[in-house]
């Protein structure tokens, strides 16, 4: 059984901080990682997808990834309110179905 | 915007009756995955679709069935439905190409609720 594991929130940032969102998974053939933001009643978004061992970045956000670890991250550097969102990772083998997190809620205070 | 789109946006339906929802995919895209949302949750993973063929499927019992056209679009049926059908139903579309993994881009979603 994969499992995606998420700390549900809310986590809570100031505007302008950065915000750290952590992810372990359980199965180590998963090759891809996905980072999806979720406003509350719309579908989920992708923001950013990673594939080796170290980080990558794409304007405000860096996805990490540590494979030996089994745990992937990303990071919103100067975090606005709309930011504000539930974010979702997702894991994927080959090109197998995605598996989900139940989603870290993010609240960036103004 | 994704390219993708979903009918309808929103149903009601009564336990008992069935129902389908229509995915239209990103154009160059040859696959379309369907994931049930229930509220809190993550998005959980019902089947897909490559090349007109099921390709995978989760743990949904086969009263969820589907169905990918030669355009690549798809639908999705569900008989005899039940209170805990109520969710979001999201369909997602990728250009699969073995081995190399694609991203899957969702439409906006079919908000299903069963009373």
């Known amino acids: 059984q994969k499992e995606v594991e998420q700390n549900s929130g809310p986590l809570s940032v100031p505007e302008g901080a950065i915000a750290s969102l952590n992810c372990t998974y359980s199965?180590?053939?998963?090759?891809?990682f996905f980072w999806y933001r979720q406003y509350s009643g719309k579908s989920p978004e992708l923001i950013m997808s990673?594939?080796?061992?170290g980080d990558k970045e794409d304007g405000r956000f860096t996805a990490q990834l540590n494979k030996a670890s089994q745990y992937v991250s990303l990071l919103i550097r100067d975090s606005q309110p709309s930011d504000s969102a539930t974010y979702l990772c997702?894991?994927?083998?080959?090109?197998?179905?995605?598996?989900f997190g139940s989603g870290t809620r993010l609240q960036v205070q103004p | 915007e994704t390219g993708v789109t979903q009918s309808p946006t929103h149903l009601i339906k009564t336990r008992g009756q069935q129902v389908t929802l229509r995915c239209s995919s990103q154009?160059?895209?040859?696959?379309v995955s369907w994931y049930q949302q229930a509220l809190g949750q993550g998005p959980q993973f019902i089947f897909q679709?490559?090349?007109?063929?099921?390709?995978g499927r989760g743990n949904f019992p086969p009263r969820f069935s589907g169905l990918q056209f030669p355009n690549y679009s798809s639908e999705l049926n569900v008989n005899a439905l039940e209170l805990d059908d109520s969710a979001l139903y999201l369909c997602?579309?990728?250009?699969?190409?073995?081995?190399?993994?694609?991203?899957?881009?969702f439409g906006p979603g079919t908000r299903l609720t069963v009373t």
């Open positions: 997602a579309s990728s250009l699969e190409v073995s081995p190399e993994p694609y991203e899957q881009y």
């Open positions: 679709y490559y090349r007109e063929e099921e390709n």
């Open positions: 199965d180590r053939v998963s090759q891809s």
């Open positions: 997702a894991v994927k083998e080959g090109r197998r179905a995605l598996t």
């Open positions: 990673i594939y080796s061992n």
């Open positions: 154009s160059g895209h040859n696959t």
